[in-house]
């Protein structure tokens, strides 16, 4: 997708390294007619007297002047763009081996404008060009015509510092970080880690992170992220790193609680209730009670004669 942008640069590299008549003239802007954009400065040679591209002295920033005339209503959008080269022998025709770093756009009106860009202190590539996108005007992935002043340079490879690693180690409903590393390179210093825990809840930046812990307050799965943060040499802002060794999920489960069967009870046959015996009462009728006092009457005589019979004897 870089080859037009490489033919593009292999042609303008030799001109713009040699300064020469490209490198003086105003260029004018690929979408307007009646705009026209120059690079302030007589040398494409960032850090010379009179450069078109400046370098600050740590190499963390690049910028560049623009000069914009035409009609008082004219306005153009122009983009200064900051890639790492892979080494010192970056040019034309090894381009699409850079990594785009970063970018600034602006849309300008007539008078000049200076334009800054962050870059890492390493092997850098300055592209200056018309249009909103780093990777070429109009939306496309490539230049054109629209590239119209670049700077590269640097004396050392491009190492970003990383995130290299974190283990976890969980509890019964908590998480405890056991170990984290970093690779602060480039020159970069290692400021802190801040720890998302997955749940909505934050360890706010930190230099001691290990042995933190977080509690959960419900069981789950939760994915743990550790996001470094440096500060590279001349840069007061910090630059943030994270990656997959500094991710780890943990989950959590409700421990199962034994269940003791209950032995269930046998049905009984419900028993017939059982009808009261009937109660037989003594017949106290006419005829019984003429036959007992007829009893009582022979038994009383008997009983009278015996005991008269006793008396006379004696």
């Known amino acids: 997708m870089f080859k037009f942008r490489n033919l593009a640069l ?3 590299l030799p ?16 979408d307007s007619n009646t705009c026209s954009a120059s690079v302030v400065g007589s040398s494409n040679s960032a ?22 005339s035409g009609a008082a209503n004219c306005q153009e959008t122009i983009t200064l763009v900051s890639w790492q080269a892979p080494n010192s022998d970056f040019n034309g025709q090894n381009v699409s081996s850079q990594t785009l770093y970063d970018s600034t756009t602006e ?6 404008h200076t334009l800054t860009v962050p870059m890492l202190n390493c092997y850098y590539q300055l592209d200056l060009v018309t249009g909103s996108s780093p990777y070429g005007a109009n939306g496309t992935a490539w230049y054109g ?19 290299v690693g974190l283990s976890v180690v969980p509890g019964s409903l908590s998480a405890d970080i056991s170990n984290f590393a ?44 550790a996001t470094a943060y440096f500060t590279l040499p001349g840069q007061s ?30 049905p009984t046959t419900p028993t017939t209730p059982t009808t009261p015996a009937a109660t037989t009462l003594v017949n106290t009728g006419p005829g019984d ?6 009893l009582a009457v022979v038994l009383g005589g008997v009983v009278h004669n015996l005991f008269m019979r006793r008396l006379a004897r004696r």
């Open 10 to 12: 292999s042609l303008l």
């Open 15 to 30: 001109l713009l390294m040699a300064g020469g008549s490209l490198a003086y003239s105003p260029i004018a802007a690929a």
């Open 47 to 68: 850090n010379q007297a009179g450069s078109r591209f400046q370098i600050n002295s740590a190499g963390t920033q690049g910028s560049v002047t623009v000069n914009l």
């Open 107 to 112: 849309t300008l009106g007539v008078g000049s």
């Open 145 to 163: 015509n629209n590239l119209f002043g670049y700077a590269q340079g640097g004396s050392q490879a491009c190492v970003q510092p990383t995130c």
């Open 182 to 225: 970093q690779s602060a390179t480039d020159g970069a210093t290692f400021n802190g880690a801040s720890i998302n825990w997955g749940d909505g809840n934050t360890t706010p930046e930190t230099a001691n992170v290990v042995n933190l812990v977080h509690n959960y307050g419900s069981y789950g799965q939760y994915t743990i992220t």
């Open 237 to 266: 802002n910090q630059i943030t790193a994270t990656s997959q060794a500094c991710t780890q999920a943990v989950s959590f489960t409700a421990p199962v609680v034994p269940v003791t069967p209950v032995t269930p009870m046998t």
């Open 289 to 294: 009670v003429l036959a007992i006092v007829g």
